[in-house]
Structure formats: C-alpha cells, structure tokens
C-alpha cells in the first residue's frame, strides 16, 4: 500500500531541477552566487551535490544555499549525505538505489522531508513509491561529460517508469537546450541539468532559455485525439464512443460533428447532416488552436463533407489518420450513395496512414468476395493498391475467430483474436478505429497500436455489459479496472 502521510513533490517543482556544479567557483564567483542566478531565472528545485565535501563543511553550505532558496520559495535537497541534510535544515534528500531506502531516511528528517529516488526500471520506480518516495528521477537521458561511465536508458524506459508511478519524474544525465526536446512524449514532469545552466557564462538567461523550452515540451505532454464522426444519442457508436475510448486511453479527444443521428441499441431512426461548412469551420477551429497527434474519421456519408475534410485535412497536414470506411451496416445495409463513396475512395481515403474496413466494406473496396485467409489477404493488397495506405482489415464478421489482417507498405501481418459470445458489439468498428488513433498519438508503432487496440477492444467486449433492448454498446471503461489498464 502506497504511504499518504509523507510529502509528495508537486509537478511544478519539478520543472526545471537544477543540480550544482562548483567546479569553476571563486571567490568573486560563488556557488551560493551561481545558485541564485539560476533561481532568478526561474529554476524550481535546487539539489546540491558536492561529492567530495565532508558533512560538516557540506552542512555549513547547505545552510547559505537553503537561505537563498527559501528566498525563492524553491526546495532544496543534499545528494546522498542525510547526515548533512539534516545539520542544515535542507528540505530533504535524494538517494540512489545503493543508499538508504526513503522509510530509512523518513526516520532521520521526518515525514515532511522530500525524498528524491533515483530509479531506472519501473519496478525500482515503484519499490520506492511504495517505501515513501516524493519523486523519482530517473536517467541517464542522453550521455553526460560529467560521468563518462553513466548508463544512458532509452526515451521508451523513461515513457515506462512514467507510466509506472503516480509521484512526479524528473530527467537527468546530459540534458542540454539542444536534445530537450527529444524527450517530449515521455511523460517526464521535468528535467534535472548541471552542466546546462551552472556552467554557462550568463546563468540567469539560460536558465530563462531552457525553462520556456521545457515548459513548452511538458505542456505537449497530453496528446490529442480528434474524432471527425457522426453523433450517437445512445452512447454506444460515433463520437460518443471515440471519446470514451480515448479517455479510456488517457488522451485529450476532441470532436467535428458530421451527422446528428436518432439511434439506439434497435436501429438507426433518422440523420441530420451537418452542411460541409460548418463541418469546416469545426475542424479550422480545432487545429488552430489544440493541433490533434492523431484523427480518426467515422460517419462521412455526403460527398461534399467528405471533400472538405480532405481539405482540411491536407491544409493542416494532418497526421496519423485513421479512417474507418463506415460504408455497409452488419446486416449489410449500404450506408453510403454511389457518389460519396467514390469521393471516399478517392478523395479521402488515400490521405489515411492506414483505414480499417470489415469484411463487407473490403468486399466492396477491392470488388472480390472474401471466404477465406487467402482472399482477404488478396483483398488487402488490392485496396492498398488502390488507395496507397495501409489497410487494416477487420475478421469481426467471421464466425470462428476475431483475426484482423494489416497490409502496409507490401507486408501481410494478422493480428489474432478469439471470438467472444456476446451479441453487444455496437459500435466496435468506432471503438477500434479510435483506439488505433490513440496509440498512434501516444508514440507506438502501427503495428503495436493495432495490437494494443485489439486488447483493448477484447477488454471492451469481454466486460459483458448488457444495455438496451437490441444489439447493446461495449463497456468503454472496462480497462479502468481490468489488466489492461495496468499495462
């Protein structure tokens, strides 16, 4: 059980940690000097680090260093010396993974210490969590002349421990203005220079420099999703579905509204569309102001919509693109006149990374009938041909099995699935689409978003919710207490 009776670092002390370097300190130029330049220029958290200072010398600067800091209400800990730490009243202390444990360390300054953990893997970022860290700096990031032998962990190892922890994580190990910003997308909550700041001739403006450039990084750290689809009043299709689903994925989603329907569990009563304008006007407002990491397409039935998203689309340079060709219903309903869907195919379509059709829609995509492994395979190269993207097509129609088939780039791969008895499978193909969407925007391959989709989708379905009086919707959230939102 995670201990609450300590002190948890907040996210904003974390943003810019600087850690000192007294190497080219005088005594016209003092550490205490170099500290407060670094403060004015906005750094949040000051660690000093003097490895070869005794205690008693080490607590005497801690002393002159925590005056400056409580100047700046900004905290300040001693690297590994809690003997120090505790002489001069520093706010807490950061141990490595060979020093005492933080209960260990709670028992000498108290519950009201920060306790900074060093950690490289995510069971090393919880362990300490769990033993009453405040925060988690983990790293090498990038190679470091400050120590030659640093192991440097990759960008998805600091994208894992993230994900692992709850208390805030800071970067460390070669951190520059330069290579800041390849860290975007990792989930850190700051970065942790020496060198960077403590080093240069005019600390107060690179500090400066390097705070907004973090702080831009970090405010990019939600990703967007935009959903382009029809509403479903009953929650369980469209974009009521692609919203839940990315919530579910704990990114931003966001929505341009195509058709207004009147539809439940037992069928669809009426659409009103929206007209291609307002449509427009929808997505010129999204991308001017919350640019989307990825989108997904759904319910676009009138061929004048359809140019304009392209449009759209392509005036952006939309990315990640996944559009699911809502052409024919699961009884086999054409939902789509001729002319739309020839503005689809060749006008939309070809501007997906990749588009996710069933088995029906990849009958009338490639124009052959699909009965078997091999002729769904023939039918995916033929529309990938066609509209030069990726083509996922989705095994749901098949009685015996849940295997999808992607064809990108001139590569078959099949995704298998077990089919699951439960009839509430409305709105899977949104679901699906939006989960792709999702993992495309968090940074995973097209092949493990697919794959991390299916799991989710199977988690869904599996959840055996059971509402309205026809074909009933997925739990959505189903992952909030299952495995695969621990993942």
């Known amino acids: 059980m995670i201990k609450s009776n300590h002190y948890i670092c907040s ?11 007294s190497s080219d300190t005088t005594e016209d130029y003092t550490l205490e000097m170099k500290v407060e330049e670094a403060l004015k220029g906005g750094a ?53 993974q060979n020093d005492l444990s933080p209960d260990k360390v709670r028992e000498i300054l108290g519950n009201n210490a920060i306790v900074g953990v060093t950690a490289k893997t995510p069971k090393q970022a919880v362990e300490a969590e769990l033993k009453g860290a405040s925060y988690i700096g983990t790293g090498a ?19 894992a421990i993230c994900e692992s922890t709850k ?24 970065v942790a220079v020496v060198s960077a700041i403590f080093n240069k001739k005019d600390i107060e403006h690179e500090t400066q420099k390097l705070k907004k ?34 919530t579910a994925h704990k990114v931003y989603g966001m929505s341009v509204i195509t058709a207004l329907t009147a539809q439940n569990t037992t069928g669809v009563y009426g659409i009103m569309e929206a007209e291609p304008e307002f449509v427009a006007k929808q997505i010129d407002c999204v991308f001017t102001d919350i640019e989307p990491d990825a989108v997904k397409i759904g319910m676009v039935s009138n061929k004048d919509i ?17 559009a699911d060709p809502v052409m024919i219903s699961t009884s086999g309903k054409s939902l789509i006149n001729s002319d739309a869907r020839d503005t689809l195919i060749n006008v939309l379509l070809p501007i997906a990374a990749v588009i996710t059709p069933n ?27 066609k509209t030069g993207t990726a083509v996922l097509i989705k095994g749901g129609h098949s009685v015996n099995d849940a295997n999808d088939l992607l064809y990108s780039e001139g590569k078959l791969t099949w995704f298998y699935g077990k089919k699951i008895e439960n009839n509430n499978t409305h709105g899977t193909g949104c679901t699906l689409s939006s989960a792709i969407a999702s ?49």
């Open 11 to 21: 996210k904003s002390q974390m943003i810019l940690y600087g850690v000192t370097d």
């Open 44 to 96: 949040t958290f000051i660690q000093l680090r003097e490895k070869n200072m005794d205690t008693l010398k080490l607590a005497e600067l801690g002393k002159r260093i925590k005056k400056i800091c409580d100047k700046y209400n900004a905290p300040m800990v001693i690297d590994d010396n809690v003997e120090a730490a505790r002489l001069c009243g520093a706010d807490g202390v950061h141990v490595g």
């Open 141 to 159: 990031a990038f190679p470091t002349d400050t120590k030659k032998d640093t192991y440097v962990i990759s960008h998805d190892a600091i994208r």
């Open 167 to 190: 208390i805030p994580v800071v970067a460390i190990g070669g951190i520059t203005y330069d290579n800041v910003d390849k860290l975007k997308g990792t989930g850190i909550d700051g």
């Open 213 to 246: 450039k973090v702080i831009n990084i970090l405010e990019e750290k939600m990703k967007k999703v935009l959903t382009i689809a029809g509403s479903d009043c009953s929650g369980g299709a469209g974009i009521q579905a692609d919203l839940k689903t990315m």
């Open 306 to 322: 359809i140019k304009a998203i392209a449009l759209k689309l392509r005036e952006y340079k939309a990315k990640n693109i996944v």
């Open 359 to 385: 088995i029906p829609e990849a009958e009338a995509l490639s124009g052959i009938s699909i009965t078997d492994d091999k002729l769904m395979e023939k039918a995916a190269k033929i529309i990938g041909e």
């Open 439 to 487: 993992n495309l925007a968090l940074g995973y391959t097209m092949e493990d978003s697919i794959r991390n989709a299916k799991d989710y989708i199977t988690s869904a379905i599996g959840a055996g919710l059971n509402l309205g009086a026809g074909s009933g919707p997925l739990n959505h959230m189903s992952c909030i207490t299952s495995r695969f939102g621990e993942r």
